[in-house]
Structures are given as structure tokens and as C-alpha cells.
T-cell receptor
Framework: ETGVTQTPRHLVMGMTNKKSLKCEQH?????MYWYKQSAKKPLELMFV???????ENNSVPSRFSPECPNSSHLFLHLHTLQPEDSALYLC??????????????FGPGTRLTVL | AQKVTQAQTEISVVEKEDVTLDCVYE???????LFWYKQPPSGELVFLIR??????QNEISGRYSWNFQKSTSSFNFTITASQVVDSAVYFC?????????????FGSGTQLTVLP
């Protein structure tokens, strides 16, 4: 496996289900991100993990719960979602430097449909 | 606050035509970074280029070229002799200088359709 992988690629769930999205990066990076991409909206950053510590949470509802057990894996746990949560969920990783900025590399995304 | 504007929502061209995708940004930082990503129908955002605010040299990579002009806060992307495989959504993005993980500020994207 190379780059950033995400599973599953497609997920359909009911509003009462609990599911998890998985992201794995094979680039040796130290930061990982979750983004949400809804139709006709810009990409929205949800969570940032830097050295396994969550550094940003952009006012995301508690029905989304991230987990970063190590610098290579990132999960997004989902429970009691709403139909408006249907979207493409993208994971990214980067190598944070002491100065300058990093380039984020993205996975293929999970297309989530909430019924 | 940072902002990226991609005024062209959709562009349609015929194969072999040249096409320019516009990107205008706003930032108060003196040091910042600009990016272009391509999102084909498969969904993955593919990194194309990154430039920092101190390097205004234009860049060419094959059929792709980028024109960075600080005076107009623009970072435009040109595809020469477009091909059907270039059909995708293209995003321009901005980030500030930082020693920690930072979010990218994305534009709303331009849907490019190249017709055979």
C-alpha cells in the first residue's frame, strides 16, 4: 500500500447505526486530518491530529468522534448521524516541519450516505 | 482571515484547447503558501503544486503552468492542449507559515470538462 488509504470507500448507514471510518497513511507523516466535502460546499476541516494529539476541532458535532492511536492511523467514529451528514469524508496526512508549511496528501475518501 | 476565491464554477472546453483556471486569495500574512489540487471523479484530491509567497517565478510542468502574481493576489493555473483526462474539479488552497499542522483554506473549486 502506498500513500493514504481509506476504508470503506462507500458506506450507507441508518441514523441509529454506529460505524467507523478508517484512514491509514504510509508516508511516514506526523499529522493527520479529517475533512468533510458536501455537495456544492468548500472542503471543511473537521479535525487535526499533530503527533497524535488533537490540535483542532472545528466545531464538529459530538456525533463525530475521532481517534488517532498512532501517527499512521486515524479513525472517525460515527453515531446517530443525520441525513445532512451525507458527504465525502476525506483523510489527509502531512509532515509538519518546524518552520514553513507542510503539504497535505489526501486519501480517496469515503462516500457516506445516511438514510 | 484567509480566503480563496475561484470565481469560475464550471468551464467546458474542447480537447486541445488551452484553459486557465483563476484563483484569487486574501491573507494578512506576509509569508504564506499556495496550492493547487485536482479531484477527478474518483474523489481523491491529487496534489499538483505548492508555491511560497517569496517565490513569484512562474512554473511549468509539462502541459501545466502556474502564474503567481502578488500584485493582484492571484495564482492562476493554465492547462495547455487540454485532454479528456484533465476533466476534474480543481481546487486552489492557501495556508500560512506555521510550525504546526494547519488547515488549508480551500476555494470552492472549478469543474473542468474537456470534451473530445
Amino acid at each position: 500500500e502506498t500513500g493514504v488509504t481509506q476504508t470503506p470507500r462507500h458506506l450507507v448507514m441508518g441514523m441509529t447505526n454506529k460505524k467507523s471510518l478508517k484512514c491509514e497513511q504510509h508516508l511516514g507523516h506526523n499529522a493527520m486530518y479529517w475533512y468533510k466535502q458536501s455537495a456544492k460546499k468548500p472542503l471543511e476541516l473537521m479535525f487535526v491530529y499533530n503527533f497524535k494529539e488533537q490540535t483542532e476541532n472545528n466545531s464538529v458535532p459530538s456525533r463525530f468522534s475521532p481517534e488517532c492511536p498512532n501517527s499512521s492511523h486515524l479513525f472517525l467514529h460515527l453515531h446517530t448521524l443525520q441525513p445532512e451528514d451525507s458527504a465525502l469524508y476525506l483523510c489527509a496526512s502531512s509532515q509538519v516541519l518546524t518552520s514553513g508549511t507542510d503539504t497535505q496528501y489526501f486519501g480517496p475518501g469515503t462516500r457516506l450516505t445516511v438514510l | 482571515a484567509q480566503k480563496v476565491t475561484q470565481a469560475q464554477t464550471e468551464i467546458s472546453v474542447v480537447e486541445k484547447e488551452d484553459v486557465t483556471l483563476d484563483c484569487v486569495y486574501e491573507t494578512r500574512d506576509t509569508t504564506y503558501y499556495l496550492f493547487w489540487y485536482k479531484q477527478p471523479p474518483s474523489g481523491e484530491l491529487v496534489f499538483l503544486i505548492r508555491r511560497n509567497s517569496f517565490d513569484e517565478q512562474n512554473e511549468i510542468s509539462g502541459r501545466y503552468s502556474w502564474n503567481f502574481q502578488k500584485s493582484t493576489s492571484s495564482f492562476n493555473f493554465t492547462i495547455t492542449a487540454s485532454q479528456v483526462v484533465d476533466s476534474a474539479v480543481y481546487f486552489c488552497a492557501l495556508s500560512e507559515d506555521s510550525g504546526s499542522a494547519r488547515q488549508l483554506t480551500f476555494g470552492s473549486g472549478t469543474q473542468l470538462t474537456v470534451l473530445p
